[in-house]
């Protein structure tokens, strides 16, 4: 009995942890006082001035489109590597998978900063298109890591037999193999996604020319000091991931019980 | 199925933008720019082992420990009572704990330092016990703070997938033969529970180590870490091939944790987190 | 589950193109300027937006050497650049800026001339001044009861931990120079080996190195001593009455910061518009009126507030300033000055 309640009051004091600070950003963003030390009185001021910023939502639009884009290419550049892989011979897929691990192992600083290098050595300008080839790349390891494991548990007679039945095999892989493990694809595409939403240490070093997303705005702007502006943000990004994931939870759950 | 022809496009790829580049650090670090251009050598090595390097690494492995020392003691058990199987609402608390991990990193450390300022939210909670101010913000303990702040999940979520994953009878046999629960603990649900404190140590410490934002915002410039140092040398001192020495110092030392911790970690491949 | 895919996709589709459509809706000409931060009244940008039909694209740097690298590494295309005077001198030398078509700038005839044949563009070949000023202490004056008028108060005990320090190598070398006594131009070793001993020294003291966020820290009351430009520090006043600011007798910085066009820049004439822009009389002012720094252009001076005229903190007499040094270019000797603030800071 005591037992459970120290556990309880452990979850408590995590949680508590963890949310704390959050919370009193929230609180915060409604502070008609530019200090944070003293509560003036309730205000939606800094929200309007939120949007009325310009950097602020441009770089709102760069970290969705980045987001989007990169995302999309990475799953079908990863997707065709991953069916590749899988049938690659022992020593060529053991070679193919020590490339894909490189960049998740790698520090980010250190993948960021090379890329850098890249583009500089290239000549290509740093800004949106280089911040998109950066995103892509980080990104395709993970969705070839989330559709591989599919691909094994993958029935290989399945695929022969669309063949032995006149498929050609390009009919063949979107019609059988594709579907099958289009659940591997959407893990790989929302984990993508995801990665690219928030990745701030490679967009850092890989933009430039005034092209910035959300991470590099916040942090130039905490730089400068604590800005009731970025508590109005981090209220609506905390009640956006909120709400995004009971909507996801309540789906699943939903479809498990079909399913049972 | 034809065999890799479909995976081409992404070979090239990696090539282009993976291999070129690591190649592209490797030559920088061991060369210096001379007047006549670029020379071979290893005297950014050489300056690496400086006492005044050696001392930052020294600091960000140090803090980089500590700070994984510290998830894990706090995150062990939080991982233990969110996989107890009796829990109500366990799916919730679950989410409720990824859901700061979605948020963005900068964030979560910003709310950090509105929380640690001389008249931030703690200070003006002290001044009401009447307790002088005391300087939270730019030190050391806040550097670990804003670590283990943002990589607790890391620690707690892949022991609990894996604590989960314990055949309930396993305990019950040691129950029936007389273990008591802390034997139980000690003797049955720690060893299992390895690749996933393995994988979770990986996940703290190998982010902690090459931070350089965390020191930045929360240490106020004088905790210089090692991913501080690399930042410094290629945004504002301009000296690539030192730069790109101490990055190689940096993924050697990633590769060598990473094939110390494989060597535990056989079948859960390090994907307990997703 | 295959209908909810395709949905998904096309969605992911249309999104993307409606994105990518407003993204290019504004295909208008631009303009990228990159400044230091908070040092411009951004809504100048629109009112030149709305004037000339050009886009500006903004972005800011901390330090000169930040700015520096980015535009000597490549892969960037800023059109115009504020750069300080050893930074000028330093980029001239390098091939990194244009030279100015004076032509294109009529309004170059408001700036004094006192501004101008200054060692670092000693030809006034590559820049229009922008604002100049000095560096100093500001103090606050209910946590500081000692007279502050020399550096060595940044070393005093009593004040540890509540002291911030420029994170900017020229200015914080520089002042520990000036307090031992040596030129902050020095390439000798033995007198930077001292400054670095002394920066060593005070660090426990420190409670930062910072940039932007020493007007926000010093505003709010969270430290008792700051190293900042004196434009900054008529804005701090400003928002708290209770800071001062001083000049120490040891002598300090005086800098310019100018508006240049970098080799990077793909349309040379758009950059000498907005330069000529920015010196126009009523947007000179609009600008100096709001960051409080203090202007080079004669014209809008004369129209700032009286106090802010009056105000030593912001226009000190040049005679005032004799133990003020400017920076110079110090070349390849600068790796010097690199290595000793890697060091301080490493520490």
Known sequence: MVMS??????????????????????????????????????????????????QIMSALYNTIVIAILSSTIATAIGTAAAIGIHNMKQFKRSMVMNLTYLPVLNPDIVTGISLMLLFIFLKIRLGFLTLLLAHITFNIPYVIISVLPKLKQLNKHIYEAALDLGASPSYALRKVIIPEIMPGIITGFLLAFTLSLDDF??????????????????????????????????????VTVLLLLIIVNKRMSKTNIIKE | MKEGRISSPYIIWMTIFIVFPILLILFFGITIRTDEGFKLSLENFQRFFEPIYLLVLW??????????????????????ILANKDLKMKNTLVLLFVIPMWMNFLLRTYAWMTLLERGGIINSFLSLLRIPPINLLYTEEAVILGMVYNFLPFMVLPIYSVLIKIDKSLLEAAEDLGADSYTVLRKVIFPLSIPGVISGITMVFMPAVTTFVISRLLGGGQFTLIGNLIEQQFLFVGDWNFGSAISIVMIILILISMGFMSKYEKENEGAGLW | MKKIIKAVVAMVLISTVIFIMTGCGQSKPTLKVYNWGDYIDESIFKDFEEEYGIRIIYDTFATNEDMYIKIKAGGSDYDVAFPSDYMIERMISEDLLYEINYNNIPNYKYIGDEFKNFSYDPTNGYSVPYMWGTVGIIYNTTMVDDTVDSWDILWNEKYAKQILMLDSQ??????????????????????????KDALIEQKPLVLAYVGDEVKDKMIAGEAALAVVWSGDAVYMNWENPDLEYAIPKEGSNLWFDAMVIPK???????????????????????????IGYSTPHIEARNLLDEDLINDPTAYPELEDLVNCEVFKDLSDFLREYDKIWTEVKAR
Do not use: H
């Not at chain 1, 490679?202 to 604590?226: D, H, K, W």
């Open chain 2, 59 to 80: 600091r960000s492995i140090r803090l980089a420990f500590i700070s994984t020392v510290i998830c894990l003691i706090l995150g062990y058990p939080m991982a233990m």
């Open chain 3, 264 to 290: 990077t820049s793909k349309n040379k004439e758009n950059a000498e518009l907005f330069i000529n822009f920015m010196s126009r009389t009523d947007i000179a002012f609009k600008n100096a009126d709001y």
């Open chain 3, 170 to 195: 020229r200015d914080s070398i520089g002042i520990t120079l000036k307090k031992l006594g040596y030129s902050l131009n020095t390439k000798n070793v033995d007198e930077l080996e001292a400054a």
């Open chain 1, 5 to 54: 309640y120290l556990k309880k009051l452990y979850a408590f004091i995590i949680f508590f942890f963890l949310y704390a600070p959050i919370m009193v950003l929230i609180v915060f963003s409604f502070n008609e006082s530019k200090s944070r030390g003293s509560w003036d009185g309730f205000t939606l001021k800094w929200y309007i001035e939120l949007f009325q910023d310009r």
């Open chain 1, 201 to 238: 240490v490679i967009s850092f070093f890989t933009t430039g020319s005034g092209v910035s997303n959300l991470s590099i705005t916040i942090y130039s702007m905490a730089r400068r000091g604590i800005n009731p502006k970025i508590n109005a943000l981090s209220t609506i990004m905390f």
